[in-house]
């Protein structure tokens, strides 16, 4: 048995649906279970529904109409026949999460999973009836049914237990009922045991195909990408990347520490626990080789590795009564952060002050500030970029930083991290 993942690039167009059915295909008669993310750029454009509707914004009806009209243009491409029942489909759907939308008396982090997860049921609703549609037969299971969760919503963390009861049960039922069928289910959403909507964390899909392949002891897992493969940057951001054709779990496990957008962070650790490989392959490239991840750390290099995350905060807080930043000072700090569920990239403290790097807070700021306020004086600076690189020389750093103003820097045996700006930054 299998475990495929698709990402939102893969299925971003009719075009897109197509080729990944024609990758299907390529596997005929064996047993895969195919994760499939939310299409293109939706879980952006149902971030700012959820923005629109939580602080009742009047444009909200505007941003619901933008998720609409891009599935319905892919629908409309892929289903000519316009009384074809998955137009109705999406009408139900879409009706769906105006409805939840009207209902904000939560907090923001669990109304933001009630909605961006519907971008996922979208997207295998109509990638299910189109398979359906070209004799590819399918069986759609929604994940909240297989994977359960606590209620730490955007971020919630799996029951091991219950989660491989369900898959155990259910996905090798199926099979045995239902011969040369594959099984479509969700990436990154999930539910609570009482069945509340949560997610597992942005990009989360990647960490859904591997708590399937684990429950199932499956073969491997392959993640479908627009790459040929594991490359040692971002090609987006940096010139001359390189392909990794093999590298150990421990090493990816770093590079997704640090927000390498090649995997989710938490996908490997269960990988490992049953030594399940996984295989990053092109989706233009099918038939290509592309890298495999897995044990042994025979065939990791030294080659440099870049990780580039923008849109970066730094928040710096020094105490009033100019005491020292000790363990009782951090414990309250990081209590903030995990109440509103701030992940930190990169931290730094000193005498009387402690500075920590996050993904921007956005409103979280303001939540940050009237909490600590009074206990701490804070600066921050927006618009920030963060750049680790993984078995670095200098000649690097100053390559990608030259002409920058740099607020941060740390270095270790093997990884250089530096938070700097392209201009000159206020501070808060």
Not at 96 to 107: L, R, V, W
Not at 140 to 153: F, G, M, Q, S
Not at 258 to 286: C, D, M, R, W
Request: some cysteine; charged content about 25%.
């Amino acid at each position: 048995m299998k475990v495929f993942k698709f990402g939102g690039a893969s299925v971003k167009s009719a075009k897109a649906i197509k080729n990944v059915a024609s990758i299907i295909r390529l596997y005929q008669g064996q047993e895969l279970v195919v994760v499939f993310s939310a299409m293109g750029k939706t879980t952006n454009a149902l971030e700012n529904v959820v923005h629109a509707a939580y602080n009742h914004l009047p444009d909200i009806n505007e941003k619901i109409d933008v998720v609409r009209k891009f599935h319905q243009d892919i629908l409309d491409d892929l289903f000519r026949d316009e009384a074809n029942p998955v137009h109705h489909l999406l009408d139900g759907l879409m009706q769906n999460i105006k409805e939840f939308t009207k209902h904000t008396g939560f907090s923001y982090d669990e109304f933001y999973d009630r909605i961006v997860s519907w971008g996922e049921l979208i997207s295998t609703a109509i990638i299910s009836a189109w398979f359906d549609e070209t004799g590819l037969k399918n069986i759609l299971i929604p994940a909240p049914a297989l994977i359960k969760t606590n209620d730490h919503y955007r971020d919630a963390s799996v029951d091991w237990q219950k989660t491989c009861e369900l898959i155990g049960k259910q996905i090798p039922a199926i099979f045995s009922q239902n011969p040369y069928h594959i099984i479509i289910t969700q990436g990154f959403i999930a539910s609570t045991k009482d069945g509340k909507r949560t997610t597992l964390g942005r990009e989360g899909s990647d960490f859904t195909a591997s708590v399937l392949a684990f429950c199932l002891n499956a073969e491997r897992v392959v993640v479908w990408k627009d790459v040929e493969g594991l490359l040692n940057a971002d090609p987006v951001y940096f010139k001359n990347t390189q392909k990794i054709s093999k590298l150990s779990y421990r090493e990816t496990i770093e590079l997704a520490f640090y927000g390498a957008k090649v995997l989710h962070p938490k996908t490997i650790k269960p990988l490992q626990n049953k030594n399940i490989p996984l295989e990053i392959k092109s989706f233009y490239q099918p038939q290509e080789q592309g890298s495999i991840i897995q044990a042994s750390e025979k065939s990791d290099c030294l080659l440099p590795f870049l990780i580039l995350k923008k849109n970066q905060m730094l928040i710096s807080f020094s105490a009033r009564d100019f005491s020292f930043v000790t363990e009782d000072k951090l414990h309250r700090l990081f209590g903030v952060f995990h109440q509103l569920n701030i992940r930190i990239n990169l931290m730094q403290n000193s005498a009387i002050s402690f500075t920590v790097c996050i993904n921007d807070a956005g409103e979280k700021l303001m939540e940050i500030i009237g909490e600590l306020q009074h206990e701490f004086e804070i600066l921050y600076n927006r618009g920030l970029e963060l750049l680790t690189i993984r078995h670095f020389n200098d000649d690097l750093l100053k390559q990608h930083t030259s002409n920058c103003k740099i607020y941060m820097e740390q270095r270790s045996r093997s990884t250089l991290r530096v938070v700097y700006s392209r201009e000159v930054q206020g501070e808060g």
